[in-house]
């Protein structure tokens, strides 16, 4: 089992910046694909960003050029930083393990997720 602890949420004007962490428990995060979702009141959950275990990465359009997905091997952590956030980014964040690389095909875990609002 992993487990996702994701921090960095709160709210931000619009214009500013915020960066998500999420600390993954176990040994093997290196080789697990990573991704970042969000949801908003009423609105289905949907992907943010990914990274690979490589480094590949994928956005969606409406934060391309915004938003940078990274992770650090070492300390079981991916990271998002959000700049020029808007209010449409208000949206709890969750963090999201993809097992499928590490043999366990479908294996996905959540964080419990944390809050971003942006509003003057």
């Known amino acids: 089992q992993v487990q996702l602890v994701e921090s960095g949420g709160g709210l931000v004007q619009p214009g500013g910046s915020l960066r998500l962490s999420c600390a993954a428990s176990?040994?093997?995060?290196?080789?697990?694909?990573m991704g970042w979702y969000r949801q908003a009141p009423g609105k289905q959950r949907e992907l943010v960003a990914g990274i690979s275990s490589g480094g590949t990465t994928n956005y969606a359009d409406s934060v391309k050029g915004r938003f940078t997905i990274s992770r650090d091997n070492a300390k079981n952590t991916v990271y998002l930083q959000m700049n020029s956030l808007k209010p449409e980014d208000t949206a709890v964040y969750y963090c999201n393990a993809d097992l499928t690389a590490a043999g366990f095909a479908g294996v996905n875990y959540w964080g419990q997720g944390t809050q971003v609002t942006v509003s003057s």
């Open positions: 176990g040994s093997h995060f290196s080789i697990y694909r």
